[in-house]
């Protein structure tokens, strides 16, 4: 499968913005898809997972409460809804597949990655 990420962009704090992962290739289904993020000089960070299916998902404890991910199968396609962003939350942001067990959101483990897509929330 093949990840292309979409929807950055440059918002004030307490803004929201939309992240979509479009996936293309191999069965979308197969796969666990998680929303990492990186800032210069420090290391990826796990924010976000949803699992196959999409019935389960998993939250960094610093975006818990105002990011939602989802994910529609039948578009290919995995969102971040993201709310009352802070200017910590400026990153480059990643989507990421991996396979797995049905109902798994796993933080770790990923294998395909798609480009990134720059988030900047200004003060």
């Known amino acids: 499968v093949q990840l292309q990420a979409s929807g950055g962009g440059l918002v004030q704090a307490g803004g929201s913005l939309r992240l979509s992962c479009a996936a293309s290739g191999r069965t979308f289904t197969d796969y666990a898809v998680a929303w990492f993020r990186q800032t210069p000089g420090k290391e990826r960070e796990f924010v976000a997972a949803i699992s196959r299916g999409g019935k389960r998902t998993d939250y960094a404890n610093s975006v818990k409460g105002r990011f939602t991910i989802s994910r529609d199968n039948a578009k290919n396609t995995v969102y971040l809804q993201m709310n009352t962003l802070e200017p910590d939350d400026t990153a480059v942001y990643y989507c990421?597949?991996?396979?797995?067990?049905?109902?798994?959101?796993?933080?770790?483990?990923?294998?395909?990655w798609g480009q990134g897509t720059l988030v900047t929330v200004s003060s």
């Open positions: 990421a597949a991996r396979t797995t067990v049905t109902g798994a959101t796993p933080a770790t483990g990923y294998d395909i």
